[in-house]
């Protein structure tokens, strides 16, 4: 811990980053071989290939989000933004294409990508804090509606316009939070808001992780059959606890104490593992199992399945820590 308080902010996050991409590559190369390694059978060949296909897809999601990571804090707090907001325009496109709606439609989603979005994001690059926080709450409900009527369409007005508000809300207003964490200012911790989001992302791994090995391990009690026969609070408890004890062991790397790091894990985890059944039931309600598909023009296939927990927790985690320590608002 000394050796590690001499070194340079920028060192500490080169550090960070090379354990980060070294665990990565000792487990994919590990990976790999295992799923190479010949057995007498082929009955016993069979789920290693299995095992292997099944872990491909969340191994380049781990291996795409830190490269997004490295390449949001090389490319400083404007990058940073810009970046984030490209995955908010591809997350807003993946959710609106599995949706229905109308040619009346499409110039309340003109706003919504081309207005909305880029103004959002500009303000969390401009660390404009009290009014990035109610833009969308606010401005952005009001004027999405006004748009539609004005096309003069009101055929299921009321559902079409929920479905863009909610898609609007989870894509670029939740995921808007993970950038405005790196631009947190914190007395004494300037530049070290990558350790920040870094602490997020690890919370809510170590959270989706454990509840998934409690839905597999243990025996089931669904609260939400018919939205999800995996879910179950038992699973939750145990997801939410294990993030809030991975963020209390991390507290070293943020500005937080370990109990304070304890409880804002706790809350992020909770919100995440919460956000994951809701996007189940907004799955289940378009008739699909995944959000992404082959077919997609976006090319970003999943992308939202990928993001889904981030984009709850990142709110929940941005305004309980900014409240807590009654950080400045507005842009300095």
């Given at each position: ?25 000792l ?10 390694r ?6 016993a ?45 591809l997350a ?34 401009t ?25 003069d ?22 995921l808007?939070?993970?950038p405005a ?43 939400a ?16 606890l294990?993030g ?33 059944l ?5 799955k289940k ?7 992404g ?40």
């Amino acid at each position: 811990m000394g050796w590690l308080k001499q070194l340079t902010t920028s060192e500490q996050v080169a550090l960070l980053f090379v354990v980060l991409f070294g665990f990565l590559m000792l487990l994919s190369i590990g990976l790999f071989l295992n799923s190479l390694r010949e057995r007498p059978l082929e009955d016993a060949r069979r789920p290693s290939r299995l095992s292997w296909e099944r872990v491909r897809p969340d191994l380049r999601a781990a291996w795409v989000g830190g490269c997004m990571f490295w390449a949001a804090w090389i490319s400083g707090p404007l990058g940073a933004t810009a970046l984030f907001a490209l995955c908010s325009f591809l997350a807003l496109r993946e959710f609106i294409t599995m949706l229905h709606t109308q040619r009346s439609d499409h110039r309340t989603l003109i706003v919504a990508f081309f207005l909305l979005l880029p103004v959002q994001y500009m303000l969390c690059g401009t660390r404009f804090f009290d009014l990035f926080t109610v833009f969308l709450p606010v401005y952005g409900f009001l004027v999405l509606p006004i748009v539609s009527a004005l096309a003069d369409d009101p055929h299921r007005f009321l559902e079409r316009n929920a479905k863009i508000q909610w898609g609007v809300m989870v894509c670029v207003y939740g995921l808007s939070h993970a950038p405005a964490v790196l631009l947190l200012d914190f007395p004494g911790y300037t530049g070290r808001g990558a350790f920040l989001l870094f602490f997020l992302v690890m919370v809510m791994a170590a959270s989706q992780i454990a509840q998934e090995i409690a839905r597999r391990s243990l025996r089931n009690r669904p609260i939400a059959r018919r939205i999800s026969r995996s879910f179950s609070m038992r699973a939750w408890w145990i997801g939410t606890l294990a993030g809030a004890f991975t963020g209390g062991l991390l507290y070293w790397i943020t500005p937080f104490k370990a109990g304070q790091a304890f409880v804002m894990a706790l809350l992020a985890a909770g919100a995440g593992g919460f956000g994951g059944l809701v996007m189940r039931a907004l799955k289940k309600d378009a008739g699909m199992r995944y959000w992404g598909n082959r077919s997609s023009i976006t090319g970003a296939v999943g992308l939202l399945d990928r993001i889904a927990v981030l984009c709850f927790a990142a709110p929940v985690f941005f305004h309980s820590v900014r409240w807590y320590f009654q950080l400045p608002l507005g842009s300095r």
